[in-house]
Nanobody, 118 residues
Framework: QVQLVESGGGLVQPGGSLRLSCAASGSIFSVYTMGWYRQAPGKQRELVATISRGGITNYGDSVKGRFTISRDNAKNTVSLQMNSLKPEDTAVYYC????????????WGQGTQVTVSS
């Protein structure tokens, strides 16, 4: 079994910054793509950012230039630095990790709330 534990969510004013972290643990042999997704009330879950084991990144259009994803392969952790936050960034943020395989296994964290409000 694999567990993903997220931390770092909270309430921040518009224009502020937050840093999310996610640690993968359990029966892990290899960790491949790690990433962050978010879901706002009444909306579908959407991509925020992903990073491959080799460090190749991909960002959702709405966060490009404001958010930065990074990872530590030795610790099986992934982080998301969020700057210039906007009210529309308010959502539950979920960590996702693809591990082991083939066949590859995908796991999700429990989610952490980010609220951007004055």
């Amino acid at each position: 079994q694999v567990q993903l534990v997220e931390s770092g969510g909270g309430l921040v004013q518009p224009g502020g910054s937050l840093r999310l972290s996610c640690a993968a643990s359990g029966s892990i042999f290899s960790v491949y793509t790690m990433g962050w997704y978010r879901q706002a009330p009444g909306k579908q879950r959407e991509l925020v950012a992903t990073i491959s084991r080799g460090g190749i990144t991909n960002y959702g259009d709405s966060v490009k230039g404001r958010f930065t994803i990074s990872r530590d392969n030795a610790k099986n952790t992934v982080s998301l630095q969020m700057n210039s936050l906007k009210p529309e960034d308010t959502a539950v943020y979920y960590c996702k990790s693809t591990v082991n395989g083939p066949p590859f296994e995908a796991y999700w964290g429990q989610g952490t709330q980010v609220t951007v409000s004055s």
